[in-house]
């Protein structure tokens, strides 16, 4: 997070973290198809020619507070394969909040547990303490075969304290629910860090809602959760 | 996180000393509209649109620092009104106004006219006091101000003649010349430029597009370079590190045995000098029984002795205790000597040898024990290793230019008709205390450290060894020798193998 007074500007980075074809890229144009134009920047991505990411994509998010403050939220993918794992860390340094984009399928699993570990020591690596930086897990491909089931997933649940989510991102489902707690959680990381609401007078409701007015959130449950003020688990 | 200014550290809980090290990446810096445009590229593309629509373009940074300047037509106006001291000072007005002046329909600013419905992304309209007017129009990237673009001056299409506010301001001012100069100004309706305007702002954004994206890849492609370097100059101090360790821990091996070898060599000496003095009689007759006992004990403490010798020889050299000093050898009169000290044992075993000198004598320099331990320990092994009725040959060649070496050098080589070395273990037998056949009921003594004590003397003189074997046909030692020695060298520990991190359970 920047928190930049002068200019009056607070810019928030997530970024989608995951192995190789997991769906981070999906994720990200799925948010931009779904975000009016003046409410976003341009969707940047650099693939290759077999669709793969080579650096990291881009979208930028913004709006502006009741208390005049531009908000930037930047949301950034890593390139999934194995050989990229230092510009991972590049894209990874400073991050408010990590959405952990995994395969379902049960043949993904080591892979999933590999980029998780990989995840932790690139935290470690770039300073960043893994244990207060927010991540979300998203079980990205809920509709192929040989998926690990409702039950598996709430194992995965209780595992740990990351939200799961389960998500067809080609469909946009689960999508924005998966922004919506990453953004939660770092929301309120953000706020411990440097008082939003006492210093700026953003809350997290009115952040949330800013971040969401500009997105078709239909079919979604975050128009729930806003109105409630809760979230995923 | 940081906050205060652009270029703030980042202040997490829990920093890692690696974070100062770093300036804070691309991804996170603000960027300005010169970082992401080309400018020479840029500079064309403004020059053919000025050119076009015969209008002036000027684009400029939020610091106001100019990117584009192309003008067109007004140079001989402007500079006309310019020459006049309160066309100087207005002149100078206008243009701060429409360089720094709020984006804003304030100080003198106001909408420009347009078609109803037309979007305007902040475009605003500022006169001139000579009637000419200007266009500016914000740019826009994600929601932040990067700069402006100034279109004009241009001649509004409804201006007829030179407005009151010019004559009334510049006395003195040929109203003719005025005219003929304003007449090369582009004159259409501000509607028209309007849309040119927008029309080049949608190019610019295709610009700053592409712009950003090169700008941004090739950054990051460098900060992972740079961070891919890091990681092996990281893993190079580990390396380095464990090296140390490692000889460290090879040292101290090499000194404790060399120790014990001190001490076991002491008391041998006694064993066998006790039982020299009892076999030669010295303490009285002894009886047949006695004396066949007595040279057991005396042959077994010798073959220990030899051991305990080489095993001292290994551990001074890895201690890097031994000094080698060089001095002139005949190498001739070298083999010839070392050759007759394994002459008994080749004759027990009815063994041809043969040895092959060149005519002329090798005259080198190096240590005459050494090289004498290297050939006596290569002649012997060949005889341990040749069964009964076979054959050794020798051979020495003249000094002559060696390319292994890229220096002077000779060769000795010793060839045997043995038992030969399997192919899977030719790299091994140069280890210390490495045993081809390391069973304990195997057929030929020793302890392995010969070949170990030849290749460290070898490589101490700057030389290599080699071997050639086929199992059952024989084995071929060729030892290459430079003439002039190098200073001796410290030897190299083996690698460990670091245990693979516990892997994470998570899903």
Known sequence: ?233 | MSEGGDSGRPRHGESAPRLDERPLSVLERRLTLGDMLDTATFAELVKSFAELYKLGVKVFDDKGNRLADMKSGNGDFCGYVFSFPEGKRCCTQTVARVKDGPLATTQNARAPQAPAGTKLHGMIAVPCFTGLRYLVLPILWEGDVLGRVVFGPFTPDEMGDVPPSLTDLTPGLDLAQAQSYLAKIRRAPESTIVKVLLHFAQLLETLVAAGQKTFLTSQVHIEATLESNRDLEAQNRRLEQMNLQLKDMDRLKSSFLATVSHELRTPLTSIIGYSEMLSEGLVGPLNQEQTEYVKTIMDKGDTLLKLISSILDVTQIEAGKVRLSFEPISVNDLVTSALSSIKPQAQKKGLTVDLKLPSRAVEVRGDREKLRQVMVNLLSNAVKFTPKGGWVQVLVTEAKFQPELDADGWRFVVQDSGVGVPSDQLEKIFQSFYQVDNSSTREFGGAGLGLAIVKSYVEGHGGTVRVQSELGQGSRFEVVLPVQPPPPRALIAPPLSEAPPAPVERF
């Open chain 1, 1 to 233: 997070m920047q928190l930049n007074h002068a200019q009056r500007e607070l810019t928030v980075k997530v970024v989608y973290y995951g192995p190789g074809l997991s769906g981070k890229t999906t994720n990200l144009q799925m948010i931009h198809a779904r975000t009016a134009g003046e409410g976003r920047g341009k969707l940047l991505t650099v693939e290759t020619h077999d669709d793969r990411t080579l650096f990291f994509d881009l979208l930028p998010v913004f709006f502006h507070t009741k208390g005049g403050y531009t908000v930037k939220v930047k949301l950034f993918t890593v390139p999934g394969q194995v050989i990229h794992n230092a510009t991972r860390r590049v894209v990874l340094q400073n991050a408010d909040g990590v959405a952990f984009i995994a395969d379902s399928r049960r043949t993904a699993s080591q892979e999933n547990n590999q980029y998780w570990g990989n995840l932790q020591d690139n935290m470690r690596e770039n300073g960043l303490n893994a244990a207060q930086v927010p991540v979300v897990i998203q079980f990205n491909k809920r509709d192929l075969p040989d998926t690990k089931t409702d039950a598996e997933l709430e194992e995965t649940r209780a595992r740990g304290k990351e939200p799961v989510i389960g998500a067809v991102a080609i469909r946009g489902e689960g999508v924005l629910e998966t922004l919506y707690a990453v953004l939660q959680l770092a929301y309120r990381k953000m706020d411990e860090q440097a008082g939003l609401g006492r210093n700026i007078g953003l809350g997290e409701a009115e952040f949330l809602k800013l971040v969401f007015a500009r997105m078709d959130t239909g079919g979604t449950h975050i128009a729930d959760w806003l109105a409630s003020g809760g979230g995923p688990r």
